[in-house]
C-alpha cells in the first residue's frame, strides 16, 4: 500500500511517499541504522539487513509497508522512514510498528528525521492504528532522546547475556 500525499516542509526538504527509484538511495542509507556505540560482540550489519530485505521485498512489491522520504530540491533522499501496520503485542489493537528511520549525515539535526516520524505517525493514524511501536537500542541515546521528545514512552525492557561456548 503506497499512499500518495505529500507534505511540503518551510524548511529546505519535502517529505512524500517513497517510489522505485528511491530505492537505491534508500538501501544505501541502511548502515546509518547502525551507527552508534553498539556491543562489541554485536554485528552492525544485524540491525539493517532484514529492513534491507523488507525494503527490497517492498520495492518488488511483495511487502506491505508503508515507505516515505525526505528529498531536498532535486529530489535527493535525506532520510527515510518505513512501517508496517500490525496489531499491539498485548492488546492485539490496530498498531504500526516503526520497522526503520534514518537520515543522512548531511541532514542531520535540520528536523528531518523529526519530520518523518511525524509523517508515520499520521499516516499510521490515517490507515487505523492507534498506537506506534518502535525497537531502539538501550545504549543508543540520542535515538532514545528524539522518541522520547516525540512523546513514546520505554514499554518494555528486553535483556540479554552473551554466553560464552565453555
Request: glycine share 4%; charged share 30%.
Amino acid at each position: 500500500m503506497r499512499d500518495s500525499a505529500r507534505v511540503m516542509s518551510d524548511r529546505q526538504f519535502e517529505i512524500r511517499s517513497a517510489e522505485q527509484r528511491d530505492g537505491d538511495e534508500i538501501l544505501a542509507m541502511m548502515p546509518r541504522l547502525a551507527e552508534f556505540e553498539l556491543p562489541a560482540w554485536r554485528n552492525p550489519e544485524h540491525l539493517w539487513k532484514d529492513d534491507a530485505k523488507m525494503l527490497q521485498r517492498w520495492l518488488e512489491n511483495n511487502e506491505e509497508c508503508i515507505v516515505h522520504v525526505a528529498v531536498n530540491e532535486v529530489q535527493k533522499v535525506l532520510g527515510f522512514s518505513m512501517f508496517r501496520l500490525r496489531p499491539e503485542l498485548l492488546s492485539k489493537a490496530p498498531s504500526a510498528h516503526l520497522e526503520a528511520i534514518a537520515v543522512s549525515k548531511d541532514a542531520e539535526g535540520t528536523g528531518v528525521g523529526k519530520a518523518l516520524l511525524a509523517t508515520a505517525e499520521a499516516r499510521a493514524r490515517e490507515l487505523g492504528a492507534q498506537t506506534m511501536t518502535l525497537h531502539v537500542f538501550a545504549v543508543n541515546q540520542r535515538a532514545r532522546a528524539v522518541y522520547e521528545r516525540a512523546g513514546y514512552d520505554g514499554e518494555l525492557m528486553r535483556y540479554i547475556k552473551q554466553l560464552d561456548a565453555q
